[in-house]
């Protein structure tokens, strides 16, 4: 196989990989923060993987060159920050951030008595040699549990994510968490790709078949960023996020000591939430979130979330959208409405989302709205 395609491939990533750098680091946003790890993520990631072009024209000198190995560390947490950024629009820079540094620090002093600290043969030698010897192979697999680690830390921030979403808003379209999660979907293919490469470099002698699992990643890699291109390009106001002071019910029920019995205030304020979202219909609001209801309500947002997410049991988002269902519902059996479409109807009962829509719509009655229609239609 020749080898230049991984050359060839190299050549594409560094330029998008340096053009998604520019575009996030100099786009105007709301969102700096997350935008500046993220373009930081991808000069880190575009030196990273410079040296399948660059090799061949010219030499480094070790040390450089062993340092751009390293800073490879740094990638999973400045994913991790900009995750954390990009969900919580209240994040801020903390010293314990500094904490991601570790990775780096920890894969520099491992290094650092045979390499760093060494005389100048002592580090051709290792780096001649650095799949065999028991640094590189250290290496690998501590690169392998920080990558993981990371992964899990952010399905575990973007679970936690979702259920601020569903406890606190009507309407989660809105937000950036379908993005997120198709990340960590696509950064968990990128890392069995990775994990399948690094393990070949610990059993394989075929510089062949190594070549091949590194030009097979690196098109994986080029596929990735091509798709946060088409990303960008399609939806520039994608990033949006929540507030860090958004508690969820789970904690709230924690701090306060909240047992599962509905008391008779409780039960009051129950049945006022009710007439009003009969009465005066705030769900028709395609933006209405938990403290927009509790205000309009005159009640206190912890107080509202305890009666709908625990009282209830039922998340604030499956709350409102039985009634905007319940609208529909009544919308697509009225003859008046035969002129609107589904599409009207949807954002005429607050949903701004057709996909969102759909699902909520089939998981209450079972089928389509389309297929309602009709059915009621027959009958």
């Not at 290792?126 to 697999?141: A, D, F, R």
């Not at 705030?282 to 709908?308: C, F, H």
């Not at 003859?335 to 719509?361: E, R």
């Amino acid at each position: 196989m020749d080898f230049s395609i991984l050359g060839i491939t190299t050549i594409f990533i560094l330029f998008i990989s340096l053009l998604l750098a520019l575009f996030v680091l100099t786009v105007k946003t709301s969102n700096k923060k997350a935008n500046t790890f993220l373009g930081i993520y991808f000069l880190i990631f575009a030196i990273h993987i410079s040296v399948f072009f660059y090799s061949k024209y010219i030499t480094l000198p070790v040390v450089l060159e062993m340092l751009r190995d390293h800073i490879a560390f740094f990638t999973s947490p400045l994913l991790f920050l900009y995750l954390l950024a990009s969900i919580y629009s209240d994040f801020r820079y903390k010293h314990k951030y500094l904490l991601h540094t570790l990775p780096f620090l920890i894969q520099i002093l491992l290094f650092s008595p045979r390499f760093y600290f060494a005389d100048q043969n002592t580090r051709d030698f290792l780096l001649k040699n650095l799949n065999t010897t028991i640094e590189g192979k250290l290496s690998i697999i501590f690169g392998l549990l920080v990558a993981f680690f990371y992964l899990v830390a952010m399905f575990v921030e973007l679970k936690k994510y979702k259920q601020l979403l569903l406890e606190n808003y009507s309407n989660k379209s809105a937000f950036n968490y379908k993005w997120l999660y198709q990340l960590l979907i696509i950064l968990s293919i990128i890392f069995s790709f990775s994990f399948f490469k690094q393990a070949y470099k610990f059993y394989g002698t075929n510089i062949e078949i190594l070549n091949t699992l590194r030009i097979m990643l690196t098109l994986v890699l080029l596929g990735f960023l091509t798709w946060i291109v088409l990303k960008s390009m399609y939806y520039p106001n994608l990033f949006r996020n929540i507030n860090t002071k958004h508690i969820s019910i789970k904690g709230i029920v924690k701090e306060n000591n909240i047992v599962h019995i509905v008391n008779k205030n409780a039960k009051d304020d129950i049945n006022r939430l009710l007439i009003f979202m009969k009465k005066e219909e705030p769900y028709l609001d395609a933006t209405l979130t938990l403290q927009k209801l509790a205000e309009q309500l005159g009640l206190p947002n912890r107080t509202l979330s305890v009666l709908i997410n625990h009282n209830l049991n039922q998340r604030f988002f499956d709350f409102i959208n039985q009634f905007r269902i319940e609208k529909a519902k009544k919308m697509l059996l009225n003859s008046n409405n035969a002129k609107l479409t589904i599409q009207q109807i949807m954002y005429d009962v607050g949903f701004n989302s057709k996909s969102s829509f759909y699902t909520a719509f089939k998981k209450e009655t079972g089928v389509t709205p389309s297929e309602y229609k009709k059915r009621s239609h027959i009958e």
